[in-house]
């Protein structure tokens, strides 16, 4: 019994050594909340831990703050989705090898009930001024992720000051797409959803999707490998590996056959530059 | 409600079967919490212990610091560590953000106060009582050391408990410097977090059961010891 | 009797007594709690310190312990080693129990001073033997009576065989049966060679034991001089107040 801190000390340090050890071969991914919580993750590193033997951690925040971490040199590569941000990330000389490799589309999803009546509308701007004219609920990300930032540009074209009604009609949540999704079931409001989180969210109460096919609510994303020369320690070898067989044949067919509820989530776009 | 009752099924089933997730993950926030605890454990009995048997300049302020940082919002450390840890943090050098080791620390950091105050008080107390017998028996310094922390062993334990309470029950810290990644750094309470965002309850309730089953195993424990600690003071 | 199984062993330093103080002050902050103490304790029966309450008995007892220094004077022993784990014991008014059981309170003692374990189980044997302790054995020390934790005290510090054994009024909180049972326990250990300085307010108990007097009062030390002097013809008139039982404090 008296000797039971020794033991302890010792079972502390073993815990340390395995855990040091744990990290054989890995990169770490600085990825979206959609990706995540949309289960693409759990799809597809399987079949790269396959082929490559490489481990892929993933970190899910939104956009903004993955974009962030990367530029502190926290992650090895970046599967984002806003252009403008990512373009700023690589033009500062964060980033480099950005390589746009599969898209699918943002949809409005709201009450059955509909109170704006937006049902069926194709015209994103449209579908918002609607809103914005009932004053009828919208939760949004505001979390500065990838959707979150399409969000407000389409408010900005709808010519609806909608941060301004913040607090009122409409609430900002500084949330993942899931957690805003289960806040736009339980608040019977409208909200604005990536396809591929919407398809897998199961808590959908009585939220419905009502409005999509605008091409103003494409939603490209992108790979970019953090730049070595930044940050000497990323592991630019195994990321470009990564990169390399989501935009292989390969990667793009295994992206178009994961399906969730008979409904193709990602579509894979690479293009090789020429 | 027909929700919960579906979704407490499931659970049900989850733990009954051991399902191999679940188990996984409860391993990893084990392992990850015992980790802490233990190291917690020597740095905050050490500093306990000096802080309740010596006497210098600053002593009181140390105490006063100790108490208060047993309150320190997990969220707050978490993000403390994260600066630390990152690339460009002063600890950056080392790689350690997102591991489990980078949760261990975050923890220790935030149960390392709560068992140094709460053992300073009692090792104190003991040492008030103590203190001019075990000099009338000439024991050395470590010797008293050692008596002390072994006399006030379950107080001790209960403390250790507490910490280990607040380790594996916490989401804030361990969401921030783990990075939440699966099969890496998800535990219990980041998985119940995630679980809920993506609208999937069972597993995240199944866990919850679980957690709530350990917080009650280590406030049964706790209260065991205290009986212990009463019968054996009396 | 087993007592005589107690001799006080051998040791080839010198013996630690006598000790010697002189012109020991004792103070705190201005406050001087003992002033001018000259005496000896030499080898031989009880030295009972006597005096009325708050005459600075216990300091008196804790300064030949070393448990606190003179602020002034020297105590000198015989033996410059006479700080050795188990040369010299004390007993408090109030004994400290640890949490543990009775045997495991006499074993520490013995653990300190490194008493090796197959040696040290005999002696806990002995002891609670001796103290009639042995159907206690086992129990949390915690729970004893007051007198049984007295009677462990004593057992805990003459486990270790010690030179010299201070004792702190030892039955000032005890019932007369209780008391008797613990006068009984001092008088054994005091017939095994052990030097016993005892701390009393009690008359009748220092005239039962002791064979020399040091009488103090208000910190300063009145009389120092053997118990059959003392009590025939006390010097000083506080003494003289005192055994008539007219001196309360």
New interface residues.
């Given amino acids: 019994m008296r000797r039971s801190p020794l033991v302890w000390t010792f079972g502390v340090s073993v815990f340390f050594f395995s855990f040091a050890s744990a990290g054989n071969s890995f990169i770490t991914l600085s990825s979206t909340t959609s990706t995540q919580a949309s289960g693409f993750f759990d799809y597809i590193l399987p079949l790269f831990k396959q082929k490559t033997g490489i481990d892929v951690h993933v970190i899910a925040a939104g956009t903004g703050q993955a974009l962030r971490l990367a530029e502190k040199g926290d992650a090895d590569a970046l599967l984002v989705h806003d252009k403008a941000g990512e373009m700023k990330f690589v033009n500062a000389g964060f980033g480099v090898d950005r390589r746009e490799m599969m898209y699918n589309d943002f949809v409005f999803v709201g009450p059955r009930a509909d109170p704006a009546g937006i049902r069926g509308t194709t015209d994103a701007v449209a579908v918002l001024k609607a809103i914005g004219a009932q004053r009828a609920t919208f939760v949004s990300r505001a979390d500065d992720s990838g959707t979150h930032r399409a969000e407000l540009r389409l408010w900005e074209e709808a010519g609806v000051d909608a941060r301004a009604a913040s607090g009122t009609w409409y609430k900002e949540l500084g949330a993942g797409m899931g957690a805003t999704l289960n806040t736009a079931a339980a608040l019977d409001s409208y909200t604005l959803s990536d396809r591929a989180t919407w398809l897998t969210f199961r808590n959908r109460g009585d939220l419905e999707l009502l409005a999509e096919g605008d091409p103003r609510l494409f939603n490209q994303y992108s790979l970019i490998l953090v730049n070595p020369r930044r940050h000497p320690h990323v592991k630019f070898n195994a990321a470009s590996k990564f990169v390399e067989f989501l935009t292989s044949t390969e990667g793009q067919n295994a992206i178009g056959e994961y399906v969730v509820e008979g409904t193709v989530l990602f579509r894979p776009n690479y293009q090789k530059a020429e | 409600m027909n929700e919960f009752a579906d979704a407490a099924v499931l659970a049900s089933k989850l733990v009954l079967h051991a399902d191999a997730t679940l188990l996984e993950i409860v391993r990893r926030s084990l392992e990850v919490s015992l980790a802490a605890v233990g190291c917690a454990s020597v740095l905050g009995l050490s500093a306990g212990a000096l802080l309740a048997v010596t006497r210098f300049p600053g002593r009181k302020l140390c105490i006063i610091l100790t108490n208060a940082l047993m309150g320190l919002p997990p969220v707050v450390v978490g993000l403390l560590v994260y600066l630390s840890l990152s690339r460009t943090g002063p600890f950056g050098g080392w790689g350690l953000l997102f591991t489990p080791t980078a949760m261990v620390i975050a923890q220790i950091v935030l149960i390392t106060p709560i068992i140094c105050a709460l053992s300073r008080q009692t090792l104190e107390d003991l040492w008030l009582e103590y203190a001019e017998q075990l000099r009338s028996l000439r024991v050395t310094a470590f010797g008293s050391l050692r008596t002390l922390l072994w006399e006030a062993r379950y107080s001790l334990l209960t403390a250790i408990l507490a910490g280990f309470g607040r380790a594996i029950a916490e989401v804030g810290a361990v969401l921030i410097v783990g990075g939440n990644i699966a099969h890496v750094t998800r535990v219990m309470t980041t998985t119940i977090a995630l679980e809920t965002s993506r609208g999937d309850l069972a597993l995240a309730l199944a866990l919850g059961f679980i957690l709530i089953t350990i917080a009650m195993l280590v406030n049964g424990t706790t209260f065991v010891l205290r009986e212990l600690a009463d019968c054996d003071a009396r | 009797m087993l007592v005589s199984a107690l001799p006080i062993p051998f040791r080839n330093s010198c013996p630690i007594l006598p000790l010697t103080c002189v012109e020991v002050d004792y103070q705190i902050g201005t406050t001087v709690l003992l002033e001018a103490l000259s005496f000896t304790l030499s080898a031989g029966g009880p030295t009972v310190i006597l005096g009325p309450n708050g005459a600075g008995k216990t300091l008196a007892l804790k300064l030949c312990?070393g448990?606190i220094n003179p602020t002034r004077g020297t105590l000198r022993w015989s033996d410059a080693a006479h700080?050795?784990?188990?040369r010299q014991?004390?007993v408090?008014q109030r004994p400290?129990m640890?949490?543990?059981s009775v045997a495991a309170n006499i074993e520490?003692?013995l653990a300190?001073h490194k008493v090796p374990a197959p040696q040290r189980a005999e002696r806990v044997k002995t002891m609670l033997e001796l103290t009639g302790l042995v159907a206690l054995a086992g129990r949390?020390a915690?729970?004893l009576s007051s007198g049984e934790q007295q009677r462990l005290a004593l057992a805990r510090a003459w486990a270790m065989q010690p030179e010299v054994l201070f004792l702190d009024e030892p039955t000032a909180n005890l019932d007369p049966a209780a008391t008797s049972a613990v006068e009984e326990l001092i008088i054994a250990i005091a017939a095994t060679g052990t030097k016993v300085v005892l701390s009393t307010h009690d008359l009748q108990q220092a005239r039962r034991f002791a064979a020399q007097i040091l009488f103090l009062h208000r910190g300063r030390l009145l009389e120092s001089s053997a118990a059959d002097d003392f009590f025939k013809q006390p010097r000083s008139a506080a003494a003289t107040a005192f055994l008539r039982g007219e001196l309360w404090w």
Avoid: E, K, N, Q
Wanted: net charge positive; glycine share 10%.
């Fill in positions: 312990h448990l700080d050795m784990p188990g014991a004390m408090f400290v640890l949490r543990r520490y003692g300190v949390s915690r729970v």
